[in-house]
């Protein structure tokens, strides 16, 4: 069991190694893997996890799967907007891993010098998201721009915000949003609760409401994507189990998962 | 007759004065209140000492300047006074209610009052969003037949604040009727008056320092509502960002923009509490 | 001068006493209290009948224009019942209200005026200013109850702070005045309402003595320019006898007694009026109709005048009749041994069980047959060494013994 453990181990490490390296946009390199160290013990304990909230549904199959895998190990999540989880992590939350919806945020976190070298490991695009009924008939990206529709976005502090700005750029439309979530699920449910006509958020999100919402897709030539950096924290106190968990979420169990759910390959 | 003199020892005569000055005094605390009082004194100043410690008094102005914190601070003044006014204007007729007629169902309504004290605020946007959302119990009506929606709006801000701060205002002031002295409106009867009269020109005046302490409590409640506003009305600048959700955007991506309007939420607090102490002290006091 | 001085039947002319106003100070004042524009003076008709719990106040009353009815009754006797049911603060359980023509409260016709409407002025023990308002907008609050603009009612109010001599105080409030000053307030702002009906209840309980004797005077004054009628409810006799033109005595919920103050002081009805009015009162049977003596209840007997002494009324009851008998305190004598046979019919003896230092007298307390109380001067008491637990004669001179029959449960009017 603890062979076939460490086989997978080394496999992900090599995995993460040649997504890292394939990878175009910004952050980390090479991850720094040590697959021998899973060799030594079982990792067991609790760690903490720091999450986008597109994360929530991928992250919480991947909590469990990871458990089950690893018998006696518990895996609690804190999903939130990246911006406000960089915050807390540098403040001083206890923290065991961080995985963020932006870069920026997890290059917040590294100049702090609070987050081991971290590894992009999936990618987002955008999508809009409108009641099942879409009252204010949206087929396309330009209809938000109408002031009769009703549009929810994130604050443009936190990644989905930013990336949606980025899409109304690339669309050359001006949006006059009625409400700043702030984060991505807070758009998702004022979608899903029908008190806007429209969200944008990110495909996995759509994909992860089921039938409370209907998604209307952005053209690939307007769409932004964001990248999704993970890393360890520097203050972890279960080093071992926080590495074994960011091994899992890079290996092709966690990449399964996560591709199932939307996100796209980095 | 012989009497024998005590013997007094300097010490138990300078031990015993000491304890009649303190007695005269008035003002000496015994050891266990006085202990927990102090710690009480630390809890409640540190944090504020906290912030005005770490602010960013040099770059100040700037950094509120680029929080747009004016506008903010406008926006919350507005709502709280208006979610102020509205609960006057529903609270105390309420209260009269509560406190001067019995019906069946009398103490559940009561409990019912204090409801929004104890839920919590993000609860209570919920809730406010099932009923008077776009598709909500009423809010559908209002939306097909008037084209009104709450969420989103200034007006919606202002519902969020009302429902969470009305309670304070109905709770004081329904105590300050129950313990009026009714013997004035029955001579207002005697002379003549009619009871909304006897109610405007008696009772009102009677418990006007009650209404401005209700009132200040509720102002202040509304004033630092979060959770129901960010639920319920949402959060736009300028529109919807009060103080607080202001604050807790900065939070994330400007910490020292987050001190820098908390200290500006302080400072009009403290403002405000300042000006009304007196009376407001005065009136907790007799009630 | 023996016990206090009072008024007599209305006609009679005042006999002034030390302190007293001479007799030409009474009258209205200032041309009296213009009805202006409202219905005539009437009297007040009051069949009530209240119960509450387990009391039981049953009281008939009738009082005309410009007269003064004083309810008098110790505590619990049922005089702010009856007050509030003529107020309309309190709604009878049977009987009829009448000021007038109008009916303000008869539960068998179904009518029920409440307190606003009953054209009837209440001036509270407690006075009941309102605290926020200034003498003068106090006064004028039952104008501008009315309908007034404030300053008409103002305007309105002013003859009313002329006539009861507040016209400095009019910018005071109500905590800055005196217990008199606040009274006079009270009474004025009754005035205003222009009411058809004066009620006031224990109007001089709330000032001390002093006060108390200055604003008798003045209240008798006012009341006496009102030209409806007017209520007063008090437990002070001596507050009865001064302001009233009838007494009407209230025990237990029931009227015991009711008539001129004079008679009701000299012939008291029950043991608690006679306690008020500082007599001697016993319950007794006539024993014999030529001797005028009276078999006492409580064991003893008294030779009484055939006669009223005061009034020369003739009493010729049946020998067995019930009779009350009434000594005042100073017509008593006391000796520390057996006197020797004189003119005084009446000679017992008895203990001295208590001391009571008066004014200006010392009233004795004496236990036997009967027991009495007797006045004597703190010199008599200094000169006979007497103190509690002394054996002492009484002797008392049958021309001072008034007997006069028994209502027995039937109110004594006379």
């Not at chain 3, 007997?301 to 010729?316: E, F, K, Q, R, S």
């Amino acid at each position: 069991m603890r062979r076939q453990l460490s086989t997978v181990a080394a496999v992900a490490a090599a995995a993460a190694l040649a997504l890292a390296g394939c990878g175009s946009s910004s952050s980390g390199s090479g991850a720094a893997a040590t697959p021998s160290g899973a060799t030594s013990a079982a990792p067991s304990g609790e760690i903490n996890v720091f999450a986008a909230a597109s994360l929530t549904e991928a992250f919480g199959t991947i909590g469990k799967q990871f458990e089950a895998a690893h018998p006696g190990t518990t895996v609690t999540f804190n999903f939130g907007p990246s911006s406000g989880l960089a915050t807390q992590i540098t403040q001083g939350a206890p923290a065991d891993v961080f995985a963020s919806a932006s870069a920026t945020n997890m290059d917040q976190v590294v100049a702090a010098k609070a987050a081991d070298t971290p590894t992009t490991f999936v990618k987002n695009v955008m999508a809009i998201a409108v009641p099942p009924d879409n009252p204010a008939n949206v087929t396309s990206i330009n209809d938000l721009a109408k002031s009769s529709v009703k549009v929810a976005v994130c604050q443009p502090q936190v990644p989905c915000g930013k990336v949606a700005q980025q899409v109304f750029d690339n669309a050359g439309i001006t949006v006059k949003p009625v409400t700043q979530e702030v984060d991505v699920k807070a758009t998702l449910s004022k979608v899903e609760l029908g008190e806007v006509d429209a969200g944008m958020v990110y495909v996995t999100d759509v994909r992860a409401a089921g039938d409370k919402v209907k998604g209307v897709p952005i053209p690939a030539d307007v769409n932004a994507s964001t990248s999704y950096p993970i890393a360890t924290l520097t203050a972890s106190k279960n080093p071992a189990l926080a590495q074994a968990f960011v091994d899992y979420v890079l290996s092709p169990d966690g990449a399964a998962v996560l591709t199932g759910a939307g996100f796209q390959s980095p | 007759m012989t009497s024998t003199l005590p013997p007094a020892p300097s010490a138990a005569r300078r031990a015993s004065a000491r304890s009649r000055r303190a007695v005269e005094a008035g003002n000496r605390a015994p050891w266990p209140l006085a202990v927990p009082a102090v710690i009480a004194v630390a809890f409640l100043l540190l944090p504020l000492m906290g912030l005005l410690l770490r602010a960013p008094w040099g770059n100040l102005l700037n950094v509120l300047v680029q929080a747009d914190a004016a506008q903010a601070l406008r926006l919350s003044l507005e709502c709280s006074i208006l979610a102020t006014l509205a609960s006057v204007v529903l609270g105390v007729p309420l209260a009269w209610v509560l406190a001067r007629t019995t019906f069946r169902g009398q103490n559940l309504l009561r409990a019912l009052v204090t409801l929004p004290l104890v839920l919590p605020p993000v609860v209570g946007g919920v809730a406010l969003l099932l009923v008077l959302g776009r598709r909500g119990i009423l809010g559908q009506y209002l939306d097909q037949w008037f084209g009104i929606t709450l969420p989103f709006t200034t007006a919606g801000v202002v519902v969020a604040e009302t429902f969470v701060a009305i309670p304070f205002l109905i709770i004081t002031v329904e105590g300050a009727l129950r313990s009026a002295d009714t013997g004035l409106e029955e001579a207002a009867a005697t002379l003549g008056s009619r009871p909304f009269a006897t109610f405007r020109r008696v009772t009102l005046p009677l418990i006007t320092p009650s209404l401005v302490a209700g009132g200040v409590l509720c102002w202040a409640r509304a004033l630092g509502e979060f959770g129901a506003t960010i639920t319920f009305a949402g959060n736009l600048p300028g529109v919807t960002q009060t103080m607080p959700l202001a604050v807790y955007v900065a939070l994330e991506h400007d910490p020292d923009a987050a001190i820098a309007l908390s200290l500006v939420l302080l400072a009009v607090s403290v403002a405000v509490l300042a000006l009304l102490r007196d009376r407001w002290l005065r009136s907790m006091a007799t009630h | 001068m023996d016990g206090p001085t009072f008024r007599g039947d209305a006609s009679e002319p005042r006999s002034p006493g030390p302190g007293q106003p001479a007799a030409g100070e009474v009258g209205p004042v200032s041309g009296g209290i213009e009805p202006g524009g409202r219905p005539p003076p009437a009297q007040l008709d009051a069949r009530v009948a209240v119960q509450r719990g387990e009391f039981r106040l049953e009281a008939d009353l009738h009082v005309g224009p410009g007269q003064v009815l004083v309810v008098l009754g110790p505590n619990g006797a049922g005089k702010s019942t009856l007050l509030r049911t003529l107020a309309g603060l309190l709604a009878l359980t049977d009987g009829r209200i009448e000021a007038g023509t109008d009916v303000w409260d008869d539960p068998a016709g179904g009518i029920f005026v409440p307190a606003g409407e009953r054209d009837c002025g209440l001036v509270f023990q407690d006075y009941r200013l309102f605290p926020h308002l200034s003498v003068r907008d106090n006064v004028a609050f039952p104008i501008r109850a009315r309908g007034a603009r404030r300053r008409e009612a103002r305007h309105d109010a002013q003859p009313w702070l002329d006539r009861l001599g507040l016209d400095e105080l009019a910018g005071r409030k109500p905590a800055q005045l005196s217990g008199g000053q606040a009274q006079r307030v009270a009474l004025a702002r009754a005035l205003a309402s222009k009411p058809r009906l004066l009620l006031l209840d224990e109007p001089l309980a709330a000032l001390d003595a002093k006060t108390r004797l200055e604003v008798r005077t003045d209240l008798r004054r006012h009341l006496t320019t009102f030209d409806g009628p007017s209520l007063v409810v008090t437990h002070d006799a001596l507050e009865a006898l001064v302001l009233a033109d009838r007494v009407l005595v209230l025990e237990g919920g029931r009227v015991v007694q009711e008539g001129p103050p004079a008679t009701v002081a000299r012939r008291p009805a029950t043991e608690y009026v006679a306690r008020l009015v500082g007599l001697n009162l016993y319950t007794g049977s006539l024993g014999d109709r030529t001797t005028h003596r009276i078999d006492l209840d409580s064991g003893g007997t008294l030779y009484a005048a055939g006669h009223d002494p005061a009034d020369g009324a003739v009493i010729l009851p049946l020998a067995g009749a019930r009779m009350l008998v009434a000594v005042t305190p100073t017509a008593i004598s006391l000796f520390p041994q057996e006197p020797d046979h004189g003119s005084p019919r009446n000679s017992w003896s008895g203990e001295i069980t208590g001391l009571e230092l008066l004014t200006d007298r010392v009233r004795v307390a004496v236990e036997g047959y009967p027991s009495a109380m007797v006045d004597v001067t703190p010199a008599a008491v200094a000169d006979l060494d007497l103190h509690p637990g002394q054996q002492v004669w009484l002797t008392a001179k049958a021309t001072e013994v008034t007997a006069y029959p028994d209502p027995g449960g039937t109110p004594l009017v006379i």
